[in-house]
């Protein structure tokens, strides 16, 4: 069993930054793929960013490339989200997740979930 927790969410102006945290705690591996994902009102949930588990491999939806950075520290068991520049239409509530599939962007592919994050860009 693998407890995951985001923090960090909150509300921005555009065009400001904010850093999320998830940290891992129970059966932990550092083998785990993480994820991050998000959700807005009335939408499907939808692939934010991935990172394998020595952070070699990162991948990221088209609509964030450039403005979001995932990374992770493997010691604290920690995974990030960076993310710069932010838009109105980031706001959604993100969550992590954790998979042992080495690449994926699927969100029924990853085995453990947060309970979620609220962010937040107003105009």
């Known amino acids: 069993q693998v407890q995951l927790v985001e923090s960090g969410g909150g509300l921005v102006q555009a065009g400001g930054s904010l850093s999320l945290s998830c940290a891992a705690s129970g059966r932990t591996s550092s083998g785990y793929t993480m994820g991050w994902f998000r959700q807005a009102p009335g939408k499907e949930r939808d692939f934010v960013a991935r990172?394998?588990?020595?952070?070699?491999?990162?991948y990221y939806a088209d609509s964030v490339k450039g403005r979001f950075t995932i990374s992770r520290d493997n010691a604290k068991n920690t995974v990030y989200l960076q993310m710069n520049s932010l838009k109105p239409e980031d706001t959604a509530d993100y969550y992590c997740?954790?998979?042992?599939?080495?690449?994926?962007?699927?969100?029924?592919?990853?085995?453990?979930w947060g309970q979620g994050t609220q962010v937040t860009v107003s105009s």
């Open positions: 990172i394998t588990w020595r952070g070699t491999s990162t």
């Open positions: 997740a954790a998979g042992l599939r080495y690449l994926s962007t699927s969100a029924n592919e990853y085995l453990y």
